[in-house]
Nanobody
Framework: QVQLVESGGGLVQAGGSLRLSCIVS????????MGWYRQAPGKQRELVAT???????VYVDSVKGRFTISRDNAKNTVYLQMNSLKPEDTAVYYC??????????????WGPGTQVTVSS
């Protein structure tokens, strides 16, 4: 089984920074895309940022210039550096991966989420 464990969430004042980490464990042949999503109370889950195995990144417009996604393929870990945080960034942040257990057998998996709260 594949497990994703997020860490790094917490309470921070507006303008502050947090760094989220997501460690992937289990039997995996390869990890393709890795990403971060978030869900605020009463809202739908939304994409925050993704990164391909080659390092190409995509960001939602609201975090461009403030958040940076990165990955360490040797450690099966994805990070989200969040700077200049705003109260509207408050949400539960989820890690997501697309992976293969062998060639041609792809799956997606989610972490349990980590709470990020930004106070004004």
């Amino acid at each position: 089984q594949v497990q994703l464990v997020e860490s790094g969430g917490g309470l921070v004042q507006a303008g502050g920074s947090l760094r989220l980490s997501c460690i992937v464990s289990g039997i995996i042949f390869s990890i393709n895309d890795m990403g971060w999503y978030r869900q605020a109370p009463g809202k739908q889950r939304e994409l925050v940022a993704t990164i391909t195995s080659g390092g190409d990144t995509v960001y939602v417009d609201s975090v461009k210039g403030r958040f940076t996604i990165s990955r360490d393929n040797a450690k099966n870990t994805v990070y989200l550096q969040m700077n200049s945080l705003k109260p509207e960034d408050t949400a539960v942040y989820y890690c997501n991966i697309d992976y293969q257990v062998r060639i041609g057998h792809s799956f997606a998996s989610w972490g349990p989420g980590t709470q990020v709260t930004v106070s004004s």
